[in-house]
């Protein structure tokens, strides 16, 4: 029917209206794949040199040294996981709480300025948390919570924690990756919860269900899809984030499991060697991106295959 509209409008035949459509659409779609292989294949061209130099040892190696020529991932691969792992750690529960309050339980008053308030900061430039956790947290973690932890908490003397530190370090680029993928999170779950059909909650209370049965029964449930969506919406970000951890981790890199410790990410390493980088150096910096980019598209796998199995649980096709 709107293709006729549009064709007695524009006195285009619908069945030439309806073709161009397709192709319009299927090159779209063409693009986006033809995007996504011309990635891999350009970072494995000129990841080769490294490859064959190194072997899987480039991945389990903790040695990087640019005078040697000799290059290791690991101590980035696993600072990128470590630093991932806290920011969804954190994040993941504070948007979902965020999310449910503001939906279920928040006044217009409150509601409104929060939601603007959520918009604004996933707006805010990575390099301005950056510097704001440069200047300002970081000698926060130094004089308050790293002593507090190590301190107080007596953590000092578990492996993961340590009793040196400088503000520096996993735990510091952790929290302010969970400050930024916080409000992506909980504003696409915000909205998600919104589009739960408001007849499915008004038949529930009217069953006498309680407003927390209504939020886990009913809300949670109808939004899991979007939920999970969300999630994997933020880790993926959470995993090539380069200028706020530049700025706070320390850029070391030497393997370190503790928190309180200065290590690297796949994306601080990449941002920090690039400009200087030539030979079988930079195909190192290659191989680094490539072992990214396999990490975030393993992530959207395992997410996609995540989504499904909820899906079928819930009696969805």
């Not at 779609?29 to 292989?37: C, E, P, T």
């Not at 400088?166 to 909205?191: E, H, K, S, Y």
Request: aromatic share 12%; with cysteine; hydrophobic share 55%.
């Amino acid at each position: 029917m709107k293709s006729e509209l549009i064709s007695r409008k524009y006195l285009i035949p619908p069945e030439l209206s309806d073709r161009v459509f397709k192709i319009i659409t299927a090159i779209a779609a063409f693009v986006v794949i033809a995007l996504m292989v011309a990635f891999f294949v350009q970072l494995v061209w000129y990841s080769m040199p490294s490859i064959r130099q190194f072997g899987f040892k480039f991945i389990i190696s903790t040695e990087w040294d640019p005078v040697k020529n000799v290059f290791g991932a690991l101590p980035s691969i696993v600072g990128t996981l470590i630093t991932t792992s806290i920011a969804v750690a954190i994040a993941v529960p504070i948007s979902f709480i965020a999310a449910m309050f503001l939906v279920e339980s928040a006044p217009p008053c409150i509601q409104i300025p929060v939601s603007y308030a959520l918009d604004l900061l996933a707006a805010i430039p990575s390099i301005i948390f950056g510097m704001w956790g440069l200047f300002v947290f970081v000698p926060f973690m130094q004089d308050y919570i790293q002593p507090f932890l190590a301190e107080t908490l007596h953590l000092k003397s578990l492996p993961v924690f340590g009793d040196v530190y400088n503000g520096f370090g996993f735990l510091t680029a952790g929290l302010i990756l969970a400050l930024m993928i916080l409000p992506f999170i909980c504003a696409v779950m915000r909205d998600v919860f919104k589009m739960v059909p408001a007849v499915l909650k008004e038949s529930a209370f009217g069953a006498g269900a309680t407003s927390w049965e209504v939020s886990m029964g009913i809300t949670m449930k109808y939004g899991a899809r979007g939920m999970l969506g969300a999630v994997f919406l933020g880790l993926g970000r959470a995993v090539g984030e380069t200028m706020a951890v530049l700025f706070i981790i320390g850029n070391s890199q030497n393997l370190s499991y503790s928190l309180f410790s200065g290590g690297t990410t796949i994306a601080a390493t990449l941002a920090n060697n690039f400009a200087e980088a030539d030979g079988i150096f930079m195909s190192s910096l290659f191989e680094l991106g490539l072992i990214l980019l396999a990490m975030s598209f393993c992530i959207q796998i395992v997410g996609q295959l995540w989504l499904n199995r909820v899906s079928r649980k819930m009696g969805e096709r």
